[in-house]
């Protein structure tokens, strides 16, 4: 009987208060408790994107960038994204989208496609997005230089910097390149495009 008492009295001195380490280690969360991130995957509402440019067959880039390109991004009704435990009213830190894509040029040749979206806290209400998708190409007018030259499935590109205007509305500069990673045969399909957008969210 007397020894299970002293395993006990000794136990409990011994575990049952916090050491220095464990008091140091407890202070130090403490301070930075502040700096506590969580991720959140949120219901997002509706939002429509529309960026129009000017765009270039990068096959033969000599020409230059000619008007106009309209992209259009439909925001899937889900967010994923990272933000401070204490502070949510701040800007998220990082932002993933899942986008549905609808591009073409004044020639009416299009790619429409699915793409996810990771943006990135830079400035106060501004982020830098990149892009990756992968659509479906259909060149509806073949004897123009457009870059969309072949139907099938490419990569789809893109680069953007973002400012909120508001809760509702942001603007948008964008660097888009349809490459010509066609996945079931030889594809040509090789355009880049430059232009300026607007978001609304509803």
């Known amino acids: 009987m007397k020894l299970p008492i002293f395993f006990l009295i000794f136990s409990t001195s011994c575990f049952g208060q916090n050491s220095p380490k464990e008091n140091l280690l407890d202070s130090l969360n403490k301070t930075r408790e502040s700096e506590r991130g969580v991720f959140n995957l949120y219901i997002k509402k509706p939002e429509f994107e ?75 209400k501004t982020y830098v997005s990149y892009q990756f998708g992968m659509v479906w190409c259909e060149p509806t007018n073949r004897n123009v230089n457009d870059g969309i030259n072949e139907m099938g499935f490419c990569f789809h590109h893109e680069f953007s910097l973002s400012y909120n205007l508001s809760k509702h509305i942001k603007l948008t500069a964008n660097v888009i390149h349809l490459s010509n990673g066609n996945l079931f045969k030889e594809g040509k399909n090789n355009q880049d495009v430059i232009g300026l957008g607007i978001a609304y969210q509803f």
């Open 50 to 124: 529309i960026i129009a440019g000017g765009f270039r067959n990068r096959e033969t880039s000599q020409q230059g960038f000619k008007p106009f390109t309209l992209t259009y991004h439909i925001y899937l009704p889900f967010q994923f994204d990272l933000n401070y435990v204490n502070q949510t009213a701040k800007d998220k830190l990082l932002k993933i989208n899942m986008t549905l894509i609808v591009q073409h040029s004044k020639y009416g040749n299009y790619a429409v496609g699915f793409g996810s979206r990771f943006s990135f806290l830079v400035l106060k």
